[in-house]
């Protein structure tokens, strides 16, 4: 890695693809740039539309709408809409299509003469998402995404984002290792991409061809993606897709400057553009949002574990930084964890504390205007225990509801068949999350923190707006203050 210039200069002079535009942290990103740097060349998001008017109306009610946009508002006033107009295209376009299914000729061409910087961020994080949908995102996607790339005459870098977790579950001190094409966690050999879309292509003939309900060819997707995961050792069809997509990238890379991006698990912003904006239940949040409003009285997981989280206007600036880092090296292949539990680790039993503490203060008022008063919730701290539980408190009632149901000639059938859901969707999830609450590992940001001190000691660059660095969190005042309101105000409805 050279010395590191200025930053905002070099955002000056690039024009950036943003893939995904409509997501969580593609926002904090647009919103980053166009309010830390408004003579930035150009930004080309590219949203899922019919057309380019279509993508422009997505763009204005699905990303500038939002409140995470009001301190640009505030700061243009009425000039927002000509910056925006000026310095921001909005490109009708699908990652699973060549071109990045960009239709005009003319586009094309100027993106391709345009484009200094690729930011691709677009992706599918369902965990059991259809295998067919996955692989034609998170894997075959990111190859549309590095062939575009490759069309850029002025590439200067292409930033892909990944997540931690495609290092599976294993234990310890996970390393910010790339992956070599065909490889698997549990050693098996033979991974093929290739075979893997042909698999797919003929499941689904398969399926067509016995007439399978859309439903039924859904649910046998989404088996299939699981199926697969595991027979190479990952604990879900997300993160083995993602996988895929990082060797594929490695691979067939060539000379262009790849950065991988792998951030833990995002939660609300810290400080940029202010602090605890957030969109959409992600993993931890869908516990806290459970418990404030009653719903959760147990968790599963250990207690002595680290939880590894960080804000999501932190990985927007680790981004922003190793784009600038790595623009115009080629021979680096360079993996970034953006997390901290190895800088600034937190415990799983702070976070019930903080919890705790919160809703105790400030509970959530239910339909009925009655205040929630939560408890400390019962930590179940093995798999064992957790069977346990739910054969008590559940399954066996639930059997007991079956006989009486019969008996009754199905007068219970209804409240047999609700009960009988919950608990298959509940086993579901657990069989989906269970790795990652029972999860020991932690990851290493040995690459992270060079780039952290990279920027520090370059004296042109503007450190303090592009801070990274989870040490600087106080993660109670985090929480308390921050985060857990953060959910409240933007995701508990
Ligand atoms: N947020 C996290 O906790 C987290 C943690 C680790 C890693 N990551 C990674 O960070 C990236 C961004 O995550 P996020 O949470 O911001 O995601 P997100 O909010 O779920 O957004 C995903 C975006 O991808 C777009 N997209 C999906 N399929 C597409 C396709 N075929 N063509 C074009 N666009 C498509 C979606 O568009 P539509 O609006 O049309 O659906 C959406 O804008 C992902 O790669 C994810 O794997 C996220």
């Not at 990045?100 to 061409?109: A, E, N, S």
């Not at 602090?275 to 459970?290: F, K, M, Q």
């Amino acid at each position: 890695m050279d010395q590191l210039g200025s930053i905002l200069e070099f955002l000056e002079n690039s024009s950036i693809l943003v893939t995904g535009a409509t997501g969580f942290l593609a926002k904090i990103f647009i919103e980053k740039i166009l309010r830390v740097q408004p003579d930035v060349k150009k930004l080309y998001l590219l949203l899922r539309a019919a057309d380019d008017n279509s993508a422009m109306l997505r763009f204005n009610t699905e990303v500038i709408a939002k409140d995470l946009f009001r301190v640009l508002k505030e700061k243009h006033g009425g000039n927002l809409s000509c910056l925006l107009s000026e310095k921001v295209r909005a490109v009708a376009g699908d990652i699973t299509s060549e071109n990045l299914g960009v239709k005009d000729p003319d586009l094309l061409q100027e993106m391709w003469k345009q484009v200094d910087v690729v930011l691709h961020l677009a992706a599918t994080t369902k965990f059991d998402e259809r295998y067919d949908v996955a692989l034609a995102i998170n894997t075959l996607g990111a190859r549309h995404v590095l062939n575009f790339s490759k069309k850029c005459d002025k590439l200067k870098v292409f930033v892909h984002v990944s997540t931690a977790y495609v290092s599976g579950e294993k234990e310890g001190l996970i390393l910010e290792t790339p992956y070599k094409l065909g490889e698997t966690l549990n050693g098996t050999s033979e991974l093929d991409i290739d075979a893997e879309k042909k698999l797919v292509d003929e499941t689904l003939k398969q399926l067509s061809a016995k007439n399978y309900s859309e439903d039924s060819i859904k649910s046998a997707m989404k088996d299939l993606g699981i199926q697969r995961a595991r027979k190479y050792g990952w604990p879900n069809t997300y993160v083995f897709s993602k996988a895929m997509g990082e060797m594929l990238l490695g691979h067939l890379k060539q000379n262009i400057p790849l950065v991988i991006i792998r951030p833990t698990i995002v939660t609300s912003t810290f400080k940029d553009p202010f602090p605890g904006w957030v969109e959409g239940v992600r993993t931890i949040d869908s516990l806290a949002v459970g418990y404030g409003k009653g719903k959760i009285t147990c968790f599963l997981g250990n207690p002595q574990s680290i939880i590894d989280v960080i804000p999501a206007d932190m990985v927007v600036n680790a981004i922003i930084v190793a784009m600038v880092a790595h623009a115009n090296q080629p021979n680096e292949d360079i993996i970034y964890h953006i997390g901290s539990s190895v800088s600034s680790p937190v415990e799983f039993t702070w976070l019930q504390d903080y919890a705790f503490r919160y809703f105790t203060n400030h509970p959530y008022i239910d339909k009925h205007g009655k205040p929630v008063i939560v408890g400390k919730v019962t930590v179940l701290s093995t798999m064992e225990s957790f069977q346990r539980y739910m054969t008590i408190h559940y399954i066996l009632p639930l059997k007991g509801l079956e006989i009486l149901n019969t008996t009754c000639c199905q007068y219970f059938q209804r409240l047999y068949l609700d009960l009988s859901r919950k608990v298959k969707l509940v086993m579901r999830l657990i069989d989906l999350y269970g790795p990652y609450l029972f999860f020991n590992g932690y990851y290493d940001d040995m690459n992270t923190e060079k780039l952290r001190r990279a920027a520090k000691e370059s004296g042109s660059v503007e450190d303090d707006m592009f801070n990274f660095d989870p040490k600087s969190i106080n993660w109670e005042d985090y929480f308390m203050n921050t985060h857990i309101p953060g959910i409240v105000k933007y995701v508990f409805k």
